[in-house]
């Protein structure tokens, strides 16, 4: 038995490169991750391919091991080229993220080390680093000492530990599930609804509440709605209201829902998984005013704070409700009893083994400190607006409302066309081309073009090609050159 192990042993070892082999990997990693952020600049936002990717089944696994030559690129011919680049700075479709580099640092020496932060038992300086990221954002949305929160995947996971919080404090049963009320408009973000099933709740009553012009929820309608609820035996359990909502950017009046969710003992949750970080900026923090009311906030650093992907949180005003609600406990865990001084993000959401996710915020936050976070989204908010200025100097571009955070809708209206079929084609324009990238949406059953400001890497010089690519396809389509 003994030489069977030691000639497994030598096979297995192959999984722990040496010191060497360890310098070559990292250096050209180094190097691929250096070519791609100085050629960022140059590269398209968007391209379209005939094979899509398909070469990376080229490289199947097998028993032998193959060259990281070779493997790299696949990832870049493959990976990295087709589909939406979301690192550049001229994509501004739907809500773009970040990929701060220090957050990349963070990541490799986090999976190097494989702190367990599941359990403060385990990890507590790793732990302590989570903790002090939902700390942090707690004071940024107001809460009190008692907050607690959770770094989740992202936004839709954040939602759904609201949800779920909401419904354990209700402490209401399956068999009235079909009698529970959720109120939220038509602009909510559809993970909501997915949260809704999740949380097996489907069976509930979703009120779209109506929306004034600035797509925002009208409380009055709001304050209706529950009355009648209540009068016809439902029972209103949570208010799912929007900090800026993914189409437009608009923010629900909080202040007054927080008014209405008090008078009848509502579960307040503010889904402000694009809008939150605003919340650095002064604008941001007046036009959220009331936020701190709110018994559970989803909040996204993959967002606002330009983090890579995988990074979200939920906030709860009252951290013992999440608790309450997510944690359990099984005998092979019973050392983790042992230490309780800070809170186990195991317990306070449904994952136990997990990445070390605060790392990655922790470390941008520390490294450049949070001015320059601030004066970044200062920067979108004000991009946003200038393009909105400039987008109107086009003849014959009609604007949706004016952007409340980072986010517009325009579309082009021509003379004799449908405008549908002209801004399909138009959008349709701008991703074969490539060089920027923006989404569309559809408002009130019209097609529109979606602008979100959201990139760290979008400046000014972005957006003047945006828009300078926009007249340049107008004039494609129809053969009038803008003034
Ligand atoms: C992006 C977004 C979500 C979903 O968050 P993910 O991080 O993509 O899961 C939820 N709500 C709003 C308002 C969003 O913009």
Request: glycine fraction near 8%.
């Amino acid at each position: 038995m003994e030489s069977q192990i030691k000639a497994l042993e030598k096979q297995a070892r192959a999984l722990e490169p040496s010191t060497g082999d360890r310098a070559s990997l990292l250096k050209k990693a180094q190097q691929y991750g250096n070519n791609f952020l100085d050629e960022l600049p140059q590269k398209p936002a968007y391209v379209t391919s005939e094979r899509m990717g398909k070469g990376v089944y080229d490289l199947p696994f097998n028993d032998g091991p193959k060259d990281f030559d070779e493997i790299l690129q696949v990832l870049e011919s493959e990976v990295d080229r087709p589909g939406l680049n979301p690192a550049s700075g001229k994509h501004a479709g739907y809500i773009p993220g970040g990929g701060l580099y220090p957050s990349a640092v963070a990541d490799y020496l986090a999976a190097v080390t494989n702190r367990y932060t599941g359990v403060f038992f385990s990890s507590p300086g790793a732990v302590r680093i989570e903790n002090m990221c939902i700390r942090w954002m707690c004071d940024l949305v107001g809460y009190p000492e008692k907050a607690a929160g959770n770094l989740t995947s992202g936004g839709s996971i954040a939602n759904l530990i609201g949800l779920v919080t909401a419904r354990d404090h209700a402490d209401i049963k399956a068999r009235d599930f079909h009698k529970a009320v959720i109120y939220t408009t038509h602009q909510v973000h559809h993970c909501v609804i997915k949260a809704i099933k999740f949380a097996g709740l489907q069976e509930a009553q979703i009120r779209e509440i109506p929306m004034d012009r600035g797509y925002r929820m009208k409380a009055e309608e709001l304050k209706k709605q529950i009355h009648s609820d209540k009068s016809a035996g439902l029972i209103p359990l949570v208010i799912f209201a929007s900090a800026g909502t993914t189409d437009l950017g608009a923010v629900d009046p909080l202040d007054r829902i927080a008014d209405l969710a008090k008078e009848h003992k509502l579960w307040f949750h503010v889904d402000a998984a694009y809008g939150g970080f605003f919340l650095l900026t002064d604008h941001g923090k007046q036009i959220m005013e009331g936020i701190d009311r709110a018994d559970s906030v989803t909040i996204d650093p993959h967002k606002g704070l330009f983090l890579p992907y995988g990074t979200g949180a939920v906030l709860v005003k009252d951290g013992q409700r999440l608790y309450e609600s997510q944690h359990m406990t099984a005998n092979y865990l019973q050392d983790a009893l042992k230490a309780t001084e800070e809170a186990s993000p195991a317990d306070l959401s449904p994952e136990l083994s997990k990445h070390f996710r605060g790392l990655r915020m922790w470390l941008p936050l520390q490294l450049f400190g949070v001015q320059p976070f601030r004066a970044a989204l200062e920067e979108k908010l004000l991009l946003t607006r200038y393009f909105f200025q400039k987008i109107q100097q086009i003849d014959r571009i009609e604007v949706g409302p004016k952007p409340k955070l980072s986010v517009m809708a325009f579309r082009y209206v021509p003379e004799n066309d449908d405008p549908d079929i002209f801004n399909k084609k138009l959008v349709d324009e701008i991703h074969r081309d490539g060089r920027i990238f923006l989404s569309s949406t559809n408002i009130d059953g019209a097609f529109y073009l979606r602008l979100a400001v959201l990139n760290f890497r979008t400046h000014l010089e972005e957006i003047d090609l945006i828009l300078s690519i926009l007249r340049e396809k107008i004039h494609k389509l129809t053969g009038v050159a803008s003034n």
